[in-house]
């Protein structure tokens, strides 16, 4: 890869470190972005990346993302655009459709919202009128800003009754569920989490909206690629509509989705365009067409299958180090600990863990107010790495947190793990 500006060359990633792509032509006529995307590349592969809603896409996602399909614009649905010369556009979309559709065994797919939070807003807007109540899970218990945060247009706009976990068990209370569906009569009762470690039960979730006449919502952002792979139960025959994202365990690109029956598929296109988008991004729908294929693949069963095998092992070795892991494991990607029995909250836990060179998130816990910290296996997987590296990972985690040893020490560590499983090898 020619490097040959200043800038680009001290943000240059080490030489053994691969590229997906060629940043050269990039860096020499804009050192200054230049530098900054080869930067990222190296924090990327030089630092572990657990951060439950990342991952690696790749190279072929990001050839996609990076092709001319990005200067498209192509509002409106296949055969039926707003614009002109839309043959390629139309033929992308029709594929990824028709993949999505068959990988998850939908009747229909829109795959044009721009993320996951688009995908539940156009959701919201196909079933809902502002003002309606909706019953999801409440953001102090793993609710996402798109499930009533007051912040968020959901938020504003309707009015949410949140359920939550039992604080002993961690797990969803589903006599609680029906019990507030009962008393609040909600239009729509949304399932699906940022940080809730086991499958919800969706079979219940139907029977409950069942009994209160409410559309069923299935929020699978982050479990999307684990059904796809056949490691997670799907919402698919038990939601009204499923919503999710294409780039968390999935490993397409930044994106979001939406899968419904025959009989609301208008409601929802109409939802995404006109009512909540303009023009699609084309290259982002292309890509996600290669996502799906990709995981249409037995390669990427067992991936997704090793996601969930990694998650388990790294919580039972984080159980080892002292932490307390909430519902004392999991069935997916996702790891939620409270490191309070080491004597830190989730906040300086994860600060000393980036300065020991690892990335992830804190979140709320089941019970009281200190926050965990949120982990996920999908990236360190994708990398290749194996049940050992989880549990050196769970021993890095341990003397990082204790803060035990040089943090230089347990950097270098965490560092050659990273670089012995090059997310992109040459
Ligand atoms: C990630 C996530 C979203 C939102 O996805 P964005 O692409 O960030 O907008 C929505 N709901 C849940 C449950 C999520 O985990």
Known sequence: MPVTTPAARAAAPPSHTAVPQDFGALARQDPEIGGILLA?????????????????TSPAVLAALGS????????????????????????????????????????????????????????????LRPGDTVLAMGLPYGGHLTHGAPGNFSGRWFE??????????????????????????????????????????????????????AYLIADAAHPMGLIAGGAAPSPVPYADV????????????RGGMILCGVELSERIDRAVFPFTQGGAQMHTVAAKAVAFGEAATPAYAVYAHRVVAHARVLAAALEDEGFEVTTGGTDTHIVVADPGPLGVDGRTARERLMAAG????????????????????????????DEDDMARIAALFGAAVREEGDPAVLRAEARGLAERNPPYPG
């Open 40 to 56: 990222e590349a190296g924090r990327q592969s030089s630092t572990l990346q657990l951060i439950a809603a990342e991952n690696f």
């Open 68 to 127: 001319p399909l990005a200067n498209k614009y192509a509002e409106g649905y296949p055969g039926a655009r707003h614009h002109g010369g839309c043959e390629q556009a139309d033929a992308a979309e029709r594929v990824a459709v028709r993949r999505a559709m068959s990988l998850f065994g939908a009747e229909h797919a829109n795959v044009q919202p721009h993320s996951g939070s688009s995908a539940v807003l156009a959701a919201y807007a196909a079933l």
């Open 160 to 213: 949410f009754a949140g359920y939550g976990v039992d604080p002993d068990s961690g797990l969803i209370d589903y006599t609680q569920v029906r019990a507030l569906a009962r008393a609040r009569r909600p239009k729509a009762i949304v399932c699906g989490s940022i940080s809730y470690p086991r499958h919800p039960d969706y079979e219940q979730f139907r029977d409950i909206a069942d009994e209160v006449g």
């Open 242 to 253: 499923v919503c999710a994202t294409t780039h968390k365990v999935l490993r397409g690109p």
């Open 358 to 385: 690892m990335v992830l998130d804190t979140c709320a816990l089941p019970y009281g107010d200190a926050r965990g910290i949120r982990l996920g296996t999908a990236a360190v997987t994708t990398q290749g790495m």
